[in-house]
């Protein structure tokens, strides 16, 4: 019997990619339409805005492809640990905090080693470790305490298959302390004595997405980073391929959807390629747990919940390029100590994508995407070259400390923070669609390493509590935005005018310039069409600063080669596209300051 689906698509034409090109230039009435529309991503290559079977991908980025089905019959189609980290301050505590998260929903444990543990007998008591993802993490993570934990399960457990992951990585440490012990090879977790279903040797990933690192970068300096680990523990005597099964990374996601995605199809794409360098027969890339942590670089502290909504996207991009655990953190993370709530909303969120979007029933939503596809072929192919070019030099601790990576990842955290400065990066109740209320103080950490995290959104945040202090002390927060009389113009400078200064909690009255109603406010927004401030201002300035005469004159809009002749009329102040939105503002801080 034919297939009814095979005759309903036989009924329509196929498309060619020649056939999208010529409708969009017909479409767009522009020759170089696909020009304009192509996306020149931070990443080194451009990305289209479509992609086509005739395109290809190479073999290397299909093979992946549902590579992560698994026969567990207890387990759905695609299966993804909840993770709660908990920090132990003394075991019976932190026992009490990880029994009450896995009859909340979570089903494994990170605990956070804060101190040496001589017995994890309290800290694992009445935890049914077989069924249940369970992790430790700190510097007090070593081959001493990961003998003390086999011993325990060898005990307790001498029947049943226990995984435990290990969360020890001291070149990331050296990373952002620039300190590096003399026998951390030795005293490493790999060179204890790890089970089978133990992985005792890890690397921390998010390192380079905390610093600002692109997702080429990232991948990049992740594998030269494994390789570093490889090569020392082979001068330790250890066989290769026990290094390579011991084997395990911690990624962060962020807001890049689709690159977030690609970026972890392609770094197992990576892995396959470095085993296959090194000899190392049956491995299978697939099978490398990835855990993956939401990140900290652009969550806001002035309006905490629309964390939940980066959250939210970083989990499902995490979830579709395949992570074997993830661990959403508090939205309130990146500024204080997460109150429970928040803790409990953000583990909620892996919940309700399994049980309420069902992204557990499909192996791997993004096997034939071809937007994703090429993606990851991108990547793949510009990690693996950056990476061979990190080796060639020397390999990751060499480009460390002769600050080739630093450097690299400094330059691209640098266009990072001036693309959200300018705005170009929107980041929702961070530098567009702020609020109007009090600002939150936020709790900072420093870093004195090669490398430094960072928080895109820190100079918004002080800006705003610079200017939440000013309004404190008697400055009116009040900003007129004067409509000229080309109405459209207006209304569109306007809402830029709101959406720029809004940043600074500034409250906003909208006024006619054929009839301005004088006030004592901080600031007159002059609102209208080039053409109108050319007929217009010189006429009337002086008219406005009498009606206005505490506030500073702005132009919304570039006057381009006419801001001499504006700022000899007093309007010593302009906002528009290309602005620096953090230096903008404090400019203006710093003039109402003074007045």
């Not at 001291?170 to 012990?181: C, D, I, N, R």
């Not at 113009?489 to 909208?510: H, W």
């Amino acid at each position: 019997m034919e297939n009814p689906t095979n005759k309903l698509l036989s009924e329509f034409k196929s498309s060619s990619y020649a056939d999208w090109l010529e409708r969009l230039v017909r479409d767009m009435k522009d020759e170089s339409a696909l020009e304009k529309i192509t996306w020149r991503s931070p990443e080194g290559f451009d990305i289209l805005p479509m992609y086509t079977p005739e395109q290809g991908v190479s073999p290397a980025v299909k093979a992946l492809d549902n590579s992560l089905l698994h026969s567990d019959p207890g387990l759905s189609a695609r299966h993804w640990w909840n993770v709660q980290k908990i920090e132990i301050e003394t075991a019976p505590l932190a026992n009490k905090k990880a029994l009450d998260v896995l009859n909340q929903g979570a089903d494994g444990l990170l605990f956070e080693l804060k101190s040496s543990l001589q017995s994890v007998e309290e800290l694992l008591k009445d935890i049914a470790l077989p069924y249940i993802w369970l992790g430790f993490k700190g510097k007090f993570v070593n081959a001493s305490f990961l003998d003390l934990v086999n011993t325990y399960l060898q005990k307790n457990y001498p029947e049943q298959s226990v995984a435990v992951h290990f969360y020890a990585d001291p070149l990331s440490e050296f990373a952002e302390s620039g300190k590096l012990h003399a026998d951390w090879a030795k005293q490493h977790p790999l060179m204890g004595k790890p089970s089978a279903n133990m992985r005792a040797l890890a690397i921390d990933a998010s390192l380079y997405t905390e610093a600002g690192a692109t997702k080429t970068q990232e991948l990049a300096f992740t594998l030269a980073h494994c390789v570093e680990y490889i090569e020392a523990f082979k001068a330790q005597g250890l066989d290769i391929k026990e290094i390579f099964g011991q084997l395990h990374f911690q990624m962060s996601v962020g807001g890049s959807y689709f690159l977030e995605i690609a970026k972890i199809k392609t770094f197992r794409v990576l892995l396959d390629h470095l085993a296959a360098g090194y000899g190392v027969q049956d491995f299978q890339a697939s099978e490398v747990p990835i855990h993956v942590v939401s990140s900290q670089l652009n969550k806001t502290a002035l309006e905490p919940y629309t964390n939940l909504l980066r959250l939210t996207t970083e989990a499902m991009s995490a979830i579709i390029g395949g992570c074997n655990s993830l661990q959403m953190d508090g939205f309130d993370e990146s500024f204080r100590s997460p109150k429970e709530n928040s803790k409990r909303w953000s583990r909620n969120l892996s919940l309700i994508l399994k049980e309420e979007a069902y992204f557990d029933k499909a192996v791997d939503p993004a096997a034939g995407s071809y937007y994703v596809e090429h993606i990851s072929e991108s990547l793949h192919q510009h990690a693996w070259d950056l990476f061979l070019s990190i080796q060639k030099e020397g390999g990751w601790l060499k480009n460390m400390e002769d600050g080739n990576i630093p450097n690299q990842i400094e330059s691209s955290a640098q266009q990072l923070m001036e693309s959200v400065a300018k705005r170009k990066k929107v980041l929702v109740g961070g530098n567009q669609y702020a609020y109007s209320r009090e600002a939150r103080e936020k709790e900072s950490n420093s870093y004195q390493g090669p490398i430094q995290r960072l928080s895109l959104l820190t100079d918004f945040e002080n800006i705003r509590q610079d200017f939440e202090r000013l309004f404190q002390k008697g400055v009116n927060p009040e900003a007129v935005l004067l409509h000229l009389p080309d109405a459209t113009m207006a209304k569109a400078r306007s809402s830029f005018a709101e959406g720029f200064l809004g940043l600074a909690g500034f409250r906003f009255i909208k006024q006619s310039a054929e009839n301005p109603q004088a006030s004592q406010a901080a600031l007159l927004v002059i609102c209208g069409s080039d053409t109108d401030y050319q007929a217009l201002i010189q006429e009337q300035v002086n008219s406005w600063k009498k009606a206005f005469p505490k506030a500073i004159l702005v132009l919304a809009g570039n006057p381009g080669e006419k801001s001499a002749h504006y700022e000899a009329l007093g309007i010593t102040q302009c906002i528009h596209l290309q602005s620096h939105a953090p230096q903008t503002l404090q400019d203006f801080h710093q003039q109402l300051s003074r007045s």
